[in-house]
């Protein structure tokens, strides 16, 4: 089983930025493919962002184009996420997943292993 392990989590003001980390240990190879969720209170959990561990394309929501990016260092088993530019809708609990497949899915249902989470609140 793998673990994931998300930090960086915090409140900021809107306009600022924060980058969040995603540490996975354990049987890592039980996904190729690591993804960025969040969920805000009362809503469904969405796809934020997502990418391959042996690089490649990338995807992202439309929300958060051209404002945040996903990247990752396979040394550290580690994924990133670099959130700029940040507006109070985009206040949730942020979680990383991961999942093994050849298409990136974009649907939480398809990813089998998830963090606990972390907070992000943004004021306006």
């Known amino acids: 089983q793998v673990q994931l392990v998300e930090s960086g989590g915090g409140l900021v003001q809107a306009g600022g930025s924060l980058r969040l980390s995603c540490a996975a240990s354990?049987?890592?190879?039980?996904?190729?493919?690591m993804a960025w969720f969040r969920q805000a209170p009362g809503k469904e959990r969405e796809f934020v962002a997502g990418?391959?561990?042996?690089?490649?394309?990338?995807i992202s929501a439309d929300s958060v184009k051209g404002r945040f990016t996903i990247s990752r260092d396979n040394a550290k088993n580690t994924v990133y996420l670099q959130m700029n530019s940040l507006e109070p809708e985009d206040t949730a609990v942020y979680y990383c997943?991961?999942?093994?497949?050849?298409?990136?899915?974009?649907?939480?249902?398809?990813?089998?292993?998830w963090g606990q989470g972390t907070q992000v609140t943004v004021s306006s």
């Open positions: 997943a991961t999942t093994f497949g050849i298409v990136l899915p974009t649907t939480h249902l398809q990813y089998k292993y």
């Open positions: 990418t391959f561990w042996s690089g490649g394309s990338t």
């Open positions: 354990g049987r890592t190879f039980s996904g190729n493919i």
